[in-house]
């Protein structure tokens, strides 16, 4: 039989697989949680405890419970159950039946099907053993005015589980848990009890703490807890003592901070959130509330997170603290998509959306589960899941698991479905030859999705029906088909290509292989063919046998092919491609051949049909329901059979459509619709069949519908703060746009479109999202639905909130007069009818028919209902907590109205200042009655406390009493103020409180220093000079003054300001700012200062310091040689800022350098200029000059420049000294000279002329030239009995200078003896030798004389006279100097000459003495002794400090005083002095013992260092007296004088730096006390015990006995009481002021005589100076050149003097010290000596206390005799320490000044030692000082 073809097998078999798998495949769903067990259980053993767990899913998912290691949940009887629903029971049990396994562990759902399995969340389970417990309470205390917190403390065992539910205020008011308190009482929803504005009334109430077990519902009360009020008086700062650190809530609950500060007074509390970029502040709102310390947030959302800071302050400072919020927001988890279906091979890829109130969550922990197990590459951030490369294997379910930090997990499930996936082929079977008999089995395996179908094919065909053939197939659990052939007994014609078909939806896949069946060839009956235009046609001959040979096709009895289109294969399968209808119809013939010959044949018919053609239709645009619409489908090509369908999105048109399908002809169908709607919106399909294929064509028919409802909205209710959805949907072509609006009125007026924001919510389908409704919400909303067609539709609904009853607070207060009526009101919001009952304490219900006292009135309000309570005549009985409860149908609430009855007021008590400031003080008080609703306001009156002078009382009122304080403003400061506070109420007035006396803080000074003056001293100096501010912009005691200067050409605007202390009664100052730059013009302002700061600047002066010599010496100095006799000498002007003044001009002063014994007096030399520039003539020729240079002002000359050496030119020589010429024998003649005195230059040569003379006539001249080194010549061969003439000439480079004398000789047969050298000075230095020469002719006898004694061969040891007639002497000493003779004779003639040889030796010590002394500098002079014979060439000055180390300094030799500067305050110095000239240094001068002024420390008057009080003492530092010297520190100690007289002292400090003032604290009223004091200075110590008693504690006298024990202890006792000084003071002040008078009306008359004397007699001052002697000085004789000083230049005022009776040898150059020793003391005065002293000797304490003086030097032993009453009567008594001096200046004028007793310890300021500054009071004393002699011992 001919085969058929293959095509329709493979559609028949598609066909078959897919109507079977579809409705297979669409039923499966895996499992989902539709009640997921929460995070946590915990229950009570009591109770027990279950677990709800079920899950949907097809099929219907098994409920299993497992640990949270995964092993199964078991039931334990009477323990644990698993019901059949899923729920997991706990039952009840005994405590001794606990298992922490069972009752404390986790556990987890699971939920499975053949889909997959999920997890639920980890559910912690926790069964608690109920125990007794007790609660505490805990009192964090506060002061008046503050907020207490009281705590219940809960037993840590218990903590978690138990809440508290309400305090108890005894005896029965109940505070519950709100956001924001009633003003007085606040519980927050922590348990923390909160009562602000403390009273002293509250002391006296009790509290109870209510908790409740949230397991066990067990309710316990606390013991009742009274409050503690803190006293604190004073300023105190806040400080934080109870915040809470970190509060988390859920979002939409309530959050409450707590941020509770105490101090005094109260502190004001400011918020601040840190959420953005900077703190902002937190204001009230809607949702917020701002209590002080609490900070309530209703409603939170993620937004409020964050942290918040909040700030308490006062007057005192400020404390804050950071809290953080945490809102923990819900999170929704879903996996996108929930649904992923992927084909296998492929990646499948899930995303975990967090999201939070819509919008996205980030970094979260994930984890991914597949199938109830985690993944192992999961837990981190990522939010995604790849699955690569899927497989059967990884679908399933998986879950998305986010757990957050707080310990909650979140999780969502996706299934992940196997897409279509073509089969794929497992296993095949192979191709086989057997022989006819045994049985054959063929298998095929194939995975596919969805699971493939698999079919069998014999060479085309179906396989043979027969009982030989069986076809087996089954599915694996992988999901796997597999297929078995099975022949039981293989025939031949059962050979052939057997082929497996493996097919699903998404493929096919075939795989083919012969059975080889050995036997003749057989060909299988061929069934009709059908063919497809236009396609492939393979016909497969179905031929048994085997080997077959070949196989042939034939059509109508030709071999095929025979057509282009015709192919026979090699398998001998024939094709044809592409077929025609009319060309390939027939009958077609295959054969088949073995090679033996044998064949077989077989034909088959073959018929081709044409697939159908539709021509494309459409659907007119524009349709809208009601229109009719008509479309035909009609087939353009194609064979019958026929047949045409329609189909709507891919269905059969269902009946109730109302289309119409008409067949036109066999190939058009009609599609009509009569009447268009909504449901024919769609696709419609035209099916066009015939056998040979299957066509469709598409198109969309689109019926514009306009909107209508889906879901209509319809009105609502909703309890108020809960959330509702309003639903609204419509449908429409298009999709509708769904808008919300809400009317702004009534129901026909306008509406405003409802926009997305908190707490409303736009969902996504249309419906409306409404949270925490409040009454704002309540009203009409309109929907409106709108798609473009039509109007759209709309439907407005009423909202309402249906409100249980509430209070806008939960209590509130009524104060009511006492026999008043009370009027009790509670205004109650919520839905009507609303029912209200008062109560009594909460309990009994008042009924004005069994209470004739009260009333009940009730009316509605538009809110709500407001009801009043009217009590008549009220008591205090009748004073309590009342309660308005009101309820409705939806609840009830209670409000609390504290009635108080009040009473006429008590004056208040306690009155004190809590603050004080300059113009402000603080004060508080208490009230003394019990309660504080009596007191309507405070009147605070106050007026200045001045005993002269009584005010009104000035008032002001206090509406606020609770905080019993006022803060009284406008004050002047440092003024004492009478305050008094009367309490207010409605009966009246209270009496006054006790009067309180405050003093006003001090303030910086409001007004500067007046009258500010400068005015120059000196070049250095400017004398300030100020007026005190005002007395009222004093405010305060002025303690000083700021003055400030700077120069005025600087450009700097900084000033450089010194400090000086004042005396606190603001009198005038002044201050000498000294060390300044030198004629340079300063401004100066000054400020004063009090104890709180500076106030403003004076007014700025300027003043210029005076002129004075240049501090620096001309510059740049050059020299130049111009002649022999003129030098050139040139330099620049000093530097411009060391000037100091206008120059004048120069002085050049130069001197020639002359090694002479002693230099000429008038050798140096000055001329002065205004040039710069100076020729110096008539010089010295040939000289080496030292020439300085120095610039002068009109006040004198400035520093000398270095000395700068210059030559002269050289010149011609002068005439050589002298010449001799004598006869050496008959015909030779000796001549020698003398060099010239004054060569003026290098001598070069020697000119020696001769001349012959016979009579007058010359006969002959000759001139014979002689270096410069020979200084004789001999002429021989001479004329005898001839006159010859000689004379000398010397030569420099210049020229031959002038001739000597003319010498002239007779030429002689007899030589007389004659002497050819010369005599004359001979200078050596000691030590050295000397050759005196006494060269002869005529051989004569030589005889030396020293003066008048011939000198003898060996007569001084030290000389030797040589043959050649010189004297040579060795060892010089000073004694070896005189004249020496030289005498010659030899009978013919005699001849003498005289060498006067001079000794230089070091010169003998000069004569020092000290002319005055300061406080820091020492001036003396000297006079030179013996100079030794040569120049002095300088000294040098050596002193030292006692014990310290010898310092030296070079002095001038021309100078003859000296100053020491820089020396330290009342010490001794050493002081001795040498000279030196070229020869060596003399010995030392007698040292000097000389003192520097100062002593050490005075002692004070004890009312000038002591000011007692009730606690304290002030010791006034400043009016220790320095005498002198600075103080440097204090030691300051003092003890309680009592019996015990070992009693300890209390230390104060041991270093206290020197200051104006200090302050002793924490002393005992009325007590006598000892106080020590040691003041250290340079100069020693000082010690003084004083004795003094503190007043009472109001400030009074102390009583008279202790007063008599402090006079008994011979010591001064102080008082600090002021009534008792006024009038000391005022006598005293009294006779100051007449002795101040007197004193300076003398001086005035004594200063202007002698500053006229001074003036008058300036010429002969040094005359005057020498009469001015206040002592007499007892002369005694001296050797050599030691004399009495005879001006006052040399005299010290304040000098002892050793003089010494016997000398040294004057041949010694060190001589021993003095043999006999007489000590003389004088005083002297001279004005200007006393110039630059710093400090007078102290003056003299009338009643000194018990001190004890330490001087740090004792040099002195032996006993000095002075003159005692030097201070009475020398002018210098009535001078105090701080005169002016200007020592050796050159100002015309001295100026001097006085200063008071105050300033003896101010001399130096607080900026620079440099300055030392005085304050020049109104009020003047003059001290008169005992004898404090300075002394300088010579020793």
Same mark, same amino acid.
């Given at each position: 039989?001919?085969?058929?073809?293959?095509?329709?097998?493979?559609?028949?078999?598609?066909?078959?697989?897919?109507?079977?798998?579809?409705?297979?495949?669409?039923?499966?769903?895996?499992?989902?949680?539709?009640?997921?067990?929460?995070?946590?259980?915990?229950?009570?053993?009591?109770?027990?405890?279950?677990?709800?767990?079920?899950?949907?899913?097809?099929?219907?998912?098994?409920?299993?419970?497992?640990?949270?290691?995964?092993?199964?949940?078991?039931?334990?009887?009477?323990?644990?159950?698993?019901?059949?629903?899923?729920?997991?029971?706990?039952?009840?049990?005994?405590?001794?039946?606990?298992?922490?396994?069972?009752?404390?562990?986790?556990?987890?759902?699971?939920?499975?099907?053949?889909?997959?399995?999920?997890?639920?969340?980890?559910?912690?389970?926790?069964?608690?053993?109920?125990?007794?417990?007790?609660?505490?309470?805990?009192?964090?205390?506060?002061?008046?005015?503050?907020?207490?917190?009281?705590?219940?403390?809960?037993?840590?065992?218990?903590?978690?589980?138990?809440?508290?539910?309400?305090?108890?205020?005894?005896?029965?008011?109940?505070?519950?848990?709100?956001?924001?308190?009633?003003?007085?009482?606040?519980?927050?929803?922590?348990?923390?009890?909160?009562?602000?504005?403390?009273?002293?009334?509250?002391?006296?109430?009790?509290?109870?703490?209510?908790?409740?077990?949230?397991?066990?519902?067990?309710?316990?009360?606390?013991?009742?807890?009274?409050?503690?009020?803190?006293?604190?008086?004073?300023?105190?700062?806040?400080?934080?003592?109870?915040?809470?650190?970190?509060?988390?809530?859920?979002?939409?609950?309530?959050?409450?901070?707590?941020?509770?500060?105490?101090?005094?007074?109260?502190?004001?509390?400011?918020?601040?959130?840190?959420?953005?970029?900077?703190?902002?502040?937190?204001?009230?709102?809607?949702?917020?509330?701002?209590?002080?310390?609490?900070?309530?947030?209703?409603?939170?959302?993620?937004?409020?997170?964050?942290?918040?800071?909040?700030?308490?302050?006062?007057?005192?400072?400020?404390?804050?603290?950071?809290?953080?919020?945490?809102?923990?927001?819900?999170?929704?988890?879903?996996?996108?998509?929930?649904?992923?279906?992927?084909?296998?091979?492929?990646?499948?890829?899930?995303?975990?959306?967090?999201?939070?109130?819509?919008?996205?969550?980030?970094?979260?922990?994930?984890?991914?589960?597949?199938?109830?197990?985690?993944?192992?590459?999961?837990?981190?951030?990522?939010?995604?899941?790849?699955?690569?490369?899927?497989?059967?294997?990884?679908?399933?379910?998986?879950?998305?698991?986010?757990?957050?930090?707080?310990?909650?997990?979140?999780?969502?499930?996706?299934?992940?479905?196997?897409?279509?996936?073509?089969?794929?082929?497992?296993?095949?079977?192979?191709?086989?030859?057997?022989?006819?008999?045994?049985?054959?089995? *063929? #298998? /095929?395996?194939?995975? +596919?999705? @969805?699971?493939?179908? %698999?079919? !069998?094919?014999?060479? =085309?065909?179906? &396989? $043979?029906?027969?009982?030989?053939?069986?076809?087996?197939?089954?599915?694996?659990?992988?999901?796997?088909?597999?297929?078995?052939?099975?022949?039981?007994?293989?025939?031949?014609?059962?050979?052939?290509?057997?082929?497996?078909?493996?097919?699903?939806?998404?493929?096919?896949?075939?795989?083919?292989?012969?059975?080889?069946?050995?036997?003749?060839?057989?060909?299988?009956?061929?069934?009709?063919?059908?063919?497809?235009?236009?396609?492939?046609?393979? *016909? #497969? /001959?179905?031929?048994? +046998?085997? @080997?077959?040979?070949? %196989?042939? !096709?034939?059509?109508? =009895?030709?071999? &095929? $092919?025979?057509?282009?289109?015709?192919?026979?294969?090699?398998?001998?399968?024939?094709?044809?491609?592409?077929?025609?209808?009319?060309?390939?119809?027939?009958?077609?013939?295959?054969?088949?051949?073995?090679?033996?010959?044998?064949?077989?044949?077989?034909?088959?018919?073959?018929?081709?049909?044409?697939?159908?053609?539709?021509?494309?239709?459409?659907?007119?645009?524009?349709?809208?329901?009601?229109?009719?619409?008509?479309?035909?489908?009609?087939?353009?090509?194609?064979?019958?059979?026929?047949?045409?369908?329609?189909?709507?999105?891919?269905?059969?048109?269902?009946?109730? &459509?109302?289309?119409?399908?008409?067949?036109?002809?066999?190939?058009?169908?009609?599609?009509?619709?009569?009447?268009?709607?909504?449901?024919?919106?769609?696709?419609?399909?035209?099916?066009?069949?015939?056998?040979?294929?299957?066509?469709?064509?598409?198109?969309?028919?689109?019926?514009?519908?306009?909107?209508?409802?889906?879901?209509?909205?319809?009105?609502?209710?909703?309890?108020?703060?809960?959330?509702?959805?309003?639903?609204?949907?419509?449908?429409?072509?298009?999709?509708?746009?769904?808008?919300?609006?809400?009317?702004?009125?009534?129901?026909?007026?306008?509406?405003?479109?409802?926009?997305?924001?908190?707490?409303?919510?736009?969902?996504?389908?249309?419906?409306?999202?409404?949270?925490?409704?409040?009454?704002?919400?309540?009203?009409?909303?309109?929907?409106?639905?709108?798609?473009?067609?039509?109007?759209?539709?709309?439907?407005?609904?009423?909202?309402?909130?249906?409100?249980?009853?509430?209070?806008?607070?939960?209590?509130?207060?009524?104060?009511?007069?006492?026999?008043?009526?009370?009027?009790?009101?509670?205004?109650?919001?919520?839905?009507?009818?609303?029912?209200?009952?008062?109560?009594?304490?909460?309990?009994?219900?008042?009924?004005?028919?069994?209470?004739?006292?009260?009333?009940?009135?009730?009316?509605?309000?538009?809110?709500?209902?407001?009801?009043?309570?009217?009590?008549?005549?009220?008591?205090?009985?009748?004073?309590?907590?009342?309660?308005?409860?009101?309820?409705?149908?939806?609840?009830?609430?209670?409000?609390?109205?504290?009635?108080?009855?009040?009473?006429?007021?008590?004056?208040?008590?306690?009155?004190?200042?809590?603050?004080?400031?300059?113009?402000?003080?603080?004060?508080?008080?208490?009230?003394?009655?019990?309660?504080?609703?009596?007191?309507?306001?405070?009147?605070?009156?106050?007026?200045?406390?001045?005993?002269?002078?009584?005010?009104?009382?000035?008032?002001?009122?206090?509406?606020?009493?609770?905080?019993?304080?006022?803060?009284?403003?406008?004050?002047?400061?440092?003024?004492?103020?009478?305050?008094?506070?009367?309490?207010?109420?409605?009966?009246?007035?209270?009496?006054?409180?006790?009067?309180?006396?405050?003093?006003?803080?001090?303030?910086?000074?409001?007004?500067?220093?007046?009258?500010?003056?400068?005015?120059?001293?000196?070049?250095?100096?400017?004398?300030?000079?100020?007026?005190?501010?005002?007395?009222?912009?004093?405010?305060?005691?002025?303690?000083?003054?700021?003055?400030?200067?700077?120069?005025?050409?600087?450009?700097?605007?900084?000033?450089?300001?010194?400090?000086?202390?004042?005396?606190?009664?603001?009198?005038?100052?002044?201050?000498?700012?000294?060390?300044?730059?030198?004629?340079?013009?300063?401004?100066?302002?000054?400020?004063?200062?009090?104890?709180?700061?500076?106030?403003?600047?004076?007014?700025?002066?300027?003043?210029?310091?005076?002129?004075?010599?240049?501090?620096?010496?001309?510059?740049?100095?050059?020299?130049?040689?111009?002649?022999?006799?003129?030098?050139?000498?040139?330099?620049?002007?000093?530097?411009?800022?060391?000037?100091?003044?206008?120059?004048?001009?120069?002085?050049?002063?130069?001197?020639?350098?002359?090694?002479?014994?002693?230099?000429?007096?008038?050798?140096?030399?000055?001329?002065?200029?205004?040039?710069?520039?100076?020729?110096?003539?008539?010089?010295?020729?040939?000289?080496?000059?030292?020439?300085?240079?120095?610039?002068?002002?009109?006040?004198?000359?400035?520093?000398?420049?270095?000395?700068?050496?210059?030559?002269?030119?050289?010149?011609?020589?002068?005439?050589?000294?002298?010449?001799?010429?004598?006869?050496?024998?008959?015909?030779?003649?000796?001549?020698?000279?003398?060099?010239?005195?004054?060569?003026?230059?290098?001598?070069?040569?020697?000119?020696?002329?001769?001349?012959?003379?016979?009579?007058?006539?010359?006969?002959?001249?000759?001139?014979?030239?002689?270096?410069?080194?020979?200084?004789?010549?001999?002429?021989?061969?001479?004329?005898?009995?001839?006159?010859?003439?000689?004379?000398?000439?010397?030569?420099?480079?210049?020229?031959?200078?002038?001739?000597?004398?003319?010498?002239?000789?007779?030429?002689?047969?007899?030589?007389?003896?004659?002497?050819?050298?010369?005599?004359?000075?001979?200078?050596?230095?000691?030590?050295?030798?000397?050759?005196?020469?006494?060269?002869?002719?005529?051989?004569?006898?030589?005889?030396?004389?020293?003066?008048?004694?011939?000198?003898?061969?060996?007569?001084?040891?030290?000389?030797?006279?040589?043959?050649?007639?010189?004297?040579?002497?060795?060892?010089?000493?000073?004694?070896?100097?005189?004249?020496?003779?030289?005498?010659?004779?030899?009978?013919?003639?005699?001849?003498?000459?005289?060498?006067?040889?001079?000794?230089?030796?070091?010169?003998?010590?000069?004569?020092?003495?000290?002319?005055?002394?300061?406080?820091?500098?020492?001036?003396?002079?000297?006079?030179?002794?013996?100079?030794?014979?040569?120049?002095?060439?300088?000294?040098?000055?050596?002193?030292?400090?006692?014990?310290?180390?010898?310092?030296?300094?070079?002095?001038?030799?021309?100078?003859?005083?000296?100053?020491?500067?820089?020396?330290?305050?009342?010490?001794?110095?050493?002081?001795?002095?040498?000279?030196?000239?070229?020869?060596?240094?003399?010995?030392?001068?007698?040292?000097?013992?000389?003192?520097?002024?100062?002593?050490?420390?005075?002692?004070?008057?004890?009312?000038?260092?002591?000011?007692?009080?009730?606690?304290?003492?002030?010791?006034?530092?400043?009016?220790?007296?320095?005498?002198?010297?600075?103080?440097?520190?204090?030691?300051?100690?003092?003890?309680?004088?009592?019996?015990?007289?070992?009693?300890?002292?209390?230390?104060?400090?041991?270093?206290?730096?020197?200051?104006?003032?200090?302050?002793?604290?924490?002393?005992?009223?009325?007590?006598?006390?000892?106080?020590?004091?040691?003041?250290?200075?340079?100069?020693?110590?000082?010690?003084?015990?004083?004795?003094?008693?503190?007043?009472?504690?109001?400030?009074?006298?102390?009583?008279?006995?202790?007063?008599?024990?402090?006079?008994?202890?011979?010591?001064?006792?102080?008082?600090?009481?002021?009534?008792?000084?006024?009038?000391?003071?005022?006598?005293?002040?009294?006779?100051?002021?007449?002795?101040?008078?007197?004193?300076?009306?003398?001086?005035?008359?004594?200063?202007?005589?002698?500053?006229?004397?001074?003036?008058?007699?300036?010429?002969?001052?040094?005359?005057?100076?020498?009469?001015?002697?206040?002592?007499?000085?007892?002369?005694?004789?001296?050797?050599?050149?030691?004399?009495?000083?005879?001006?006052?230049?040399?005299?010290?005022?304040?000098?002892?003097?050793?003089?010494?009776?016997?000398?040294?040898?004057?041949?010694?150059?060190?001589?021993?010290?003095?043999?006999?020793?007489?000590?003389?003391?004088?005083?002297?005065?001279?004005?200007?000596?006393?110039?630059?002293?710093?400090?007078?000797?102290?003056?003299?304490?009338?009643?000194?206390?018990?001190?004890?003086?330490?001087?740090?030097?004792?040099?002195?032993?032996?006993?000095?005799?002075?003159?005692?009453?030097?201070?009475?009567?020398?002018?210098?008594?009535?001078?105090?320490?701080?005169?002016?001096?200007?020592?050796?200046?050159?100002?015309?004028?001295?100026?001097?000044?006085?200063?008071?007793?105050?300033?003896?310890?101010?001399?130096?300021?607080?900026?620079?030692?440099?300055?030392?500054?005085?304050?020049?009071?109104?009020?003047?004393?003059?001290?008169?000082?005992?004898?404090?002699?300075?002394?300088?011992?010579?020793?």
């Amino acid at each position: 039989m001919w085969i058929s073809s293959r095509f329709f097998v493979i559609f028949l078999l598609l066909h078959l697989d897919t109507t079977c798998s579809e409705p297979f495949e669409a039923h499966l769903r895996g499992p989902g949680f539709v009640m997921e067990p929460p995070g946590r259980v915990e229950f009570s053993n009591s109770s027990g405890g279950w677990l709800d767990c079920s899950a949907s899913g097809s099929p219907q998912p098994t409920v299993d419970w497992v640990h949270a290691d995964g092993s199964a949940v078991t039931e334990i009887h009477g323990v644990r159950r698993v019901l059949r629903n899923g729920t997991l029971v706990l039952m009840p049990f005994a405590a001794a039946a606990y298992h922490q396994d069972v009752h404390n562990t986790i556990y987890r759902c699971i939920a499975s099907n053949s889909v997959g399995r999920i997890v639920s969340r980890d559910v912690q389970v926790r069964a608690v053993v109920a125990q007794a417990y007790k609660v505490d309470v805990e009192v964090l205390s506060a002061s008046r005015g503050c907020t207490a917190i009281l705590r219940c403390v809960v037993p840590t065992f218990v903590k978690e589980l138990v809440r508290v539910v309400s305090w108890v205020h005894e005896p029965a008011i109940y505070i519950y848990p709100s956001l924001q308190g009633d003003g007085k009482f606040h519980l927050l929803p922590t348990g923390e009890l909160l009562i602000h504005n403390l009273q002293e009334s509250d002391e006296s109430q009790s509290f109870r703490c209510r908790s409740m077990h949230r397991l066990t519902r067990q309710v316990v009360v606390s013991s009742p807890t009274r409050l503690r009020i803190n006293s604190h008086r004073g300023i105190i700062s806040p400080s934080v003592v109870e915040h809470t650190a970190h509060v988390q809530v859920s979002q939409d609950e309530g959050a409450v901070l707590l941020c509770v500060a105490q101090g005094c007074p109260s502190p004001e509390y400011s918020w601040y959130t840190h959420n953005g970029a900077g703190p902002l502040p937190v204001l009230s709102g809607p949702r917020v509330r701002l209590l002080g310390p609490i900070l309530a947030i209703e409603a939170v959302t993620g937004e409020d997170s964050g942290v918040y800071k909040c700030t308490a302050g006062n007057v005192g400072g400020e404390a804050s603290a950071e809290l953080r919020l945490t809102v923990a927001t819900p999170i929704q988890v879903e996996i996108s998509p929930n649904v992923l279906s992927v084909h296998m091979g492929g990646t499948a890829e899930f995303r975990c959306l967090v999201t939070s109130n819509g919008s996205p969550v980030g970094m979260q922990n994930i984890l991914w589960y597949k199938d109830g197990r985690q993944l192992p590459s999961s837990g981190r951030v990522e939010d995604t899941l790849v699955v690569p490369r899927v497989s059967r294997e990884n679908r399933g379910m998986y879950q998305c698991v986010v757990r957050r930090p707080e310990g909650d997990t979140f999780q969502a499930t996706a299934e992940l479905q196997l897409g279509d996936a073509p089969p794929v082929l497992l296993y095949s079977f192979i191709e086989q030859t057997l022989q006819p008999g045994p049985a054959v089995s *063929l #298998k /095929c395996s194939a995975a +596919g999705n @969805p699971t493939p179908q %698999i079919s !069998w094919t014999l060479d =085309g065909f179906p &396989l $043979p029906s027969n009982g030989r053939f069986m076809i087996g197939q089954y599915i694996t659990v992988h999901g796997d088909v597999i297929s078995h052939v099975n022949i039981s007994h293989v025939m031949v014609e059962d050979g052939g290509e057997y082929a497996c078909n493996a097919e699903n939806r998404a493929g096919r896949v075939q795989h083919a292989a012969r059975l080889n069946i050995y036997g003749l060839p057989y060909i299988r009956l061929i069934p009709k063919v059908t063919a497809v235009s236009g396609e492939t046609l393979n *016909l #497969k /001959c179905p031929v048994a +046998g085997y @080997p077959i040979e070949e %196989i042939h !096709w034939e059509r109508g =009895g030709r071999e &095929l $092919p025979d057509d282009i289109r015709q192919r026979v294969q090699p398998d001998g399968s024939l094709t044809i491609s592409p077929v025609q209808k009319n060309s390939d119809s027939g009958v077609y013939t295959c054969w088949a051949r073995n090679k033996q010959g044998h064949s077989a044949r077989r034909s088959g018919e073959v018929t081709v049909i044409v697939p159908p053609s539709i021509e494309p239709f459409a659907f007119q645009e524009g349709l809208a329901e009601g229109m009719r619409t008509r479309t035909v489908c009609g087939v353009s090509r194609g064979d019958p059979p026929l047949k045409l369908i329609w189909l709507k999105d891919g269905d059969p048109l269902p009946d109730l &459509l109302g289309a119409n399908v008409t067949m036109l002809d066999q190939y058009s169908s009609l599609l009509s619709i009569p009447s268009l709607s909504a449901t024919h919106s769609g696709e419609y399909t035209c099916v066009a069949k015939n056998p040979a294929a299957e066509i469709k064509y598409t198109a969309l028919l689109q019926v514009k519908v306009p909107p209508r409802w889906i879901v209509e909205p319809v009105d609502a209710n909703v309890e108020r703060n809960r959330h509702i959805m309003l639903h609204c949907q419509a449908q429409g072509v298009p999709t509708p746009s769904i808008v919300w609006k809400k009317a702004t009125g009534s129901k026909s007026g306008e509406y405003e479109e409802v926009r997305e924001r908190p707490f409303t919510k736009l969902l996504g389908n249309g419906s409306l999202l409404l949270q925490h409704v409040k009454e704002d919400r309540e009203g009409f909303y309109l929907c409106q639905a709108n798609n473009g067609i039509g109007t759209g539709i709309g439907k407005v609904i009423q909202l309402k909130v249906n409100s249980s009853p509430y209070f806008s607070s939960t209590s509130r207060s009524v104060m009511v007069k006492k026999g008043d009526t009370a009027l009790l009101q509670c205004a109650v919001s919520g839905d009507k009818p609303i029912n209200i009952v008062w109560m009594r304490s909460g309990k009994n219900t008042l009924n004005p028919s069994t209470n004739y006292k009260i009333s009940v009135k009730q009316e509605a309000t538009p809110d709500g209902v407001s009801a009043e309570l009217q009590i008549r005549t009220v008591d205090a009985t009748d004073s309590g907590p009342y309660f308005c409860r009101a309820s409705n149908l939806y609840g009830n609430d209670q409000q609390l109205v504290q009635l108080q009855v009040q009473e006429p007021p008590l004056p208040p008590s306690v009155l004190e200042a809590a603050m004080i400031s300059s113009r402000s003080v603080n004060l508080k008080w208490q009230p003394k009655s019990l309660g504080t609703g009596d007191v309507t306001k405070y009147l605070v009156e106050f007026r200045e406390a001045d005993p002269l002078f009584v005010e009104q009382w000035q008032q002001i009122e206090v509406k606020d009493p609770p905080h019993f304080n006022a803060l009284i403003e406008n004050l002047k400061p440092a003024t004492r103020y009478a305050f008094r506070v009367i309490a207010e109420g409605s009966a009246g007035r209270s009496a006054p409180s006790q009067e309180l006396i405050v003093r006003t803080e001090p303030q910086r000074p409001a007004g500067p220093p007046l009258s500010l003056s400068a005015r120059p001293l000196s070049s250095t100096e400017l004398l300030i000079s100020w007026v005190a501010p005002l007395p009222e912009l004093r405010h305060g005691d002025i303690q000083g003054y700021n003055v400030g200067y700077k120069l005025s050409s600087s450009g700097n605007t900084v000033y450089n300001f010194t400090s000086i202390s004042g005396d606190g009664d603001g009198g005038n100052g002044e201050l000498l700012l000294s060390g300044l730059a030198k004629f340079a013009r300063y401004t100066v302002v000054v400020q004063a200062f009090n104890q709180v700061g500076p106030g403003p600047l004076s007014e700025p002066t300027a003043a210029q310091t005076m002129e004075d010599v240049p501090s620096r010496p001309p510059e740049d100095v050059r020299c130049a040689a111009l002649s022999s006799q003129s030098l050139q000498v040139s330099w620049q002007p000093p530097p411009i800022y060391h000037t100091n003044g206008l120059l004048q001009g120069y002085k050049l002063i130069f001197e020639p350098i002359i090694d002479d014994i002693q230099p000429s007096k008038d050798e140096v030399e000055s001329r002065k200029t205004t040039a710069l520039t100076m020729v110096l003539t008539g010089l010295r020729k040939y000289t080496n000059y030292s020439i300085q240079v120095l610039a002068h002002t009109r006040m004198g000359d400035g520093a000398v420049s270095k000395p700068l050496f210059c030559h002269s030119e050289e010149d011609v020589p002068e005439a050589p000294a002298d010449i001799k010429v004598v006869s050496s024998s008959s015909q030779s003649l000796y001549i020698s000279w003398l060099a010239p005195t004054e060569p003026n230059g290098v001598i070069t040569k020697y000119s020696l002329y001769t001349r012959v003379v016979n009579g007058r006539e010359e006969l002959n001249n000759e001139k014979r030239s002689l270096p410069s080194q020979q200084a004789y010549y001999e002429a021989k061969g001479l004329h005898p009995h001839m006159e010859y003439q000689f004379w000398v000439t010397a030569s420099t480079r210049v020229g031959e200078g002038k001739s000597s004398r003319v010498s002239s000789q007779i030429t002689t047969n007899r030589v007389p003896a004659r002497i050819i050298s010369f005599g004359g000075p001979v200078v050596r230095p000691w030590r050295s030798t000397v050759t005196l020469p006494c060269t002869a002719v005529g051989k004569p006898k030589r005889e030396w004389f020293k003066g008048d004694v011939a000198l003898r061969q060996g007569g001084l040891h030290n000389s030797q006279m040589l043959d050649s007639g010189d004297l040579i002497i060795s060892s010089l000493q000073l004694a070896d100097g005189g004249n020496y003779s030289c005498q010659v004779d030899n009978g013919i003639g005699t001849d003498r000459l005289t060498h006067t040889l001079l000794v230089q030796v070091p010169p003998t010590s000069p004569t020092l003495y000290v002319t005055s002394a300061t406080s820091s500098s020492i001036l003396m002079h000297w006079k030179c002794g013996f100079t030794g014979n040569a120049p002095i060439t300088g000294y040098t000055l050596f002193y030292r400090r006692t014990n310290g180390n010898t310092d030296e300094m070079q002095l001038s030799r021309h100078a003859s005083s000296h100053e020491l500067k820089g020396l330290v305050c009342g010490s001794t110095y050493q002081i001795h002095m040498s000279a030196q000239n070229k020869v060596g240094t003399s010995p030392t001068s007698t040292t000097l013992h000389v003192r520097t002024q100062g002593q050490s420390p005075g002692h004070p008057a004890s009312t000038a260092l002591l000011a007692p009080n009730s606690t304290s003492l002030l010791v006034r530092l400043h009016s220790w007296p320095d005498n002198g010297c600075p103080l440097l520190y204090f030691v300051l100690q003092y003890r309680a004088v009592t019996e015990d007289p070992d009693a300890e002292w209390v230390l104060v400090s041991n270093a206290l730096k020197p200051q104006r003032r200090i302050m002793v604290n924490n002393l005992r009223p009325s007590t006598l006390y000892q106080l020590r004091m040691e003041a250290h200075n340079v100069a020693g110590i000082s010690q003084a015990d004083f004795s003094f008693v503190t007043l009472t504690k109001d400030g009074d006298p102390p009583p008279p006995e202790i007063m008599h024990r402090g006079h008994s202890g011979h010591t001064t006792v102080i008082l600090g009481n002021i009534n008792l000084l006024i009038p000391s003071v005022a006598a005293v002040s009294g006779l100051i002021c007449t002795i101040i008078m007197v004193v300076v009306c003398y001086r005035h008359k004594q200063a202007n005589h002698i500053q006229k004397e001074s003036l008058d007699n300036r010429a002969n001052s040094e005359a005057a100076q020498r009469e001015r002697y206040y002592a007499t000085i007892h002369k005694v004789s001296m050797q050599n050149n030691d004399k009495i000083p005879e001006t006052s230049e040399d005299i010290s005022p304040y000098a002892t003097f050793q003089l010494s009776e016997a000398g040294g040898n004057m041949s010694q150059p060190h001589h021993g010290g003095p043999a006999n020793t007489l000590l003389h003391s004088f005083m002297y005065h001279e004005r200007a000596l006393a110039e630059g002293c710093s400090s007078p000797p102290p003056a003299a304490v009338l009643n000194p206390p018990t001190t004890t003086t330490t001087h740090h030097h004792h040099n002195h032993q032996r006993p000095l005799k002075t003159i005692h009453n030097y201070y009475q009567t020398s002018p210098f008594h009535n001078i105090s320490k701080n005169r002016r001096r200007h020592s050796r200046k050159t100002e015309p004028e001295s100026e001097e000044s006085e200063s008071d007793q105050d300033q003896l310890t101010s001399s130096r300021t607080e900026s620079s030692n440099q300055h030392e500054g005085k304050i020049k009071h109104n009020s003047r004393l003059i001290q008169h000082f005992p004898n404090h002699n300075i002394s300088i011992t010579y020793l």
